[in-house]
Nanobody, 125 residues
Framework: QVQLVESGGGLVQAGDSLRLSCVAS????????VAWFRQGPGKEREFVAH????????YYANSVKGRFTISRDNAKNTVYLQMDSLKPEDTAVYYC??????????????????WGQGTQVTVSS
């Protein structure tokens, strides 16, 4: 089992930055990749960014490309999401998710078997 705990959310103004953290514990050796998803008010959960636990290419949703950066620190069992130039439409609960198997479709939430509790990000205009 893997446990994930997110932190770093908050209330900011448009144009500000935030850095979210996702700390993994438990059987972290089994993690294949980690992704961030978000769910805005009245919206479905959507993919934000993805990174392999062992490193390698990163992937982003078009809506955040160039503004958000995903990174990981394996020594700390932590994945970060640096969010710059935030917009009101970025307002959502942000979730960290991990999976222990490969198989493409990194943007699909059903591919992930471990989830954090979420952290709220609110961007005011």
């Amino acid at each position: 089992q893997v446990q994930l705990v997110e932190s770093g959310g908050g209330l900011v103004q448009a144009g500000d930055s935030l850095r979210l953290s996702c700390v993994a514990s438990g059987r972290t050796v089994s993690i294949y990749s980690v992704a961030w998803f978000r769910q805005g008010p009245g919206k479905e959960r959507e993919f934000v960014a993805h990174v392999r636990w062992s490193g390698g290419n990163t992937y982003y949703a078009n809506s955040v490309k160039g503004r958000f950066t995903i990174s990981r620190d394996n020594a700390k069992n932590t994945v970060y999401l640096q969010m710059d130039s935030l917009k009101p439409e970025d307002t959502a609960v942000y979730y960290c998710a991990a999976r222990d198997q490969s198989g493409g479709s990194y943007y699909l939430s059903l591919k992930y078997n471990y989830w954090g509790q979420g952290t709220q990000v609110t961007v005011s205009s």
